[in-house]
């Protein structure tokens, strides 16, 4: 009889933890790989770091910048009666 084989546990760098891959990144936004490339590319998006062909980005700075897109709330106005000459 054989034993069940049990998923051994994700190891994860200690190095990287707190970082997120481009591609990771996009997959959460829901962005391509290409659009971070374009947006670092013109100082859009969020700051980056390269290490060697890989780039990474600070999971705290991307949350920081994702703060600072927020638009403020519009609020809607009511359509009132036109106010003309009396």
């Known amino acids: 009889m054989t034993q069940p084989m049990s998923a051994e546990p ?3 760098p200690r190095l990287l933890r707190g970082w997120i891959s481009r591609y990771d990144l ?3 936004l829901g962005l391509t790989v290409d659009t971070l490339g374009r947006w670092e590319r013109r100082r859009k998006g969020p ?3 390269r290490a ?4 990474f980005y600070r999971m705290s700075v991307v949350q920081d ?16 009666k036109a106010r003309g000459r009396k």
């Open 10 to 12: 994700v190891i994860e």
């Open 26 to 28: 996009a997959q959460e």
């Open 47 to 49: 700051a980056c770091v």
């Open 52 to 55: 060697g062909r890989k780039i």
């Open 65 to 80: 910048w994702l703060q600072s897109q927020e638009m403020p709330r519009v609020t809607e106005t009511k359509p009132g």
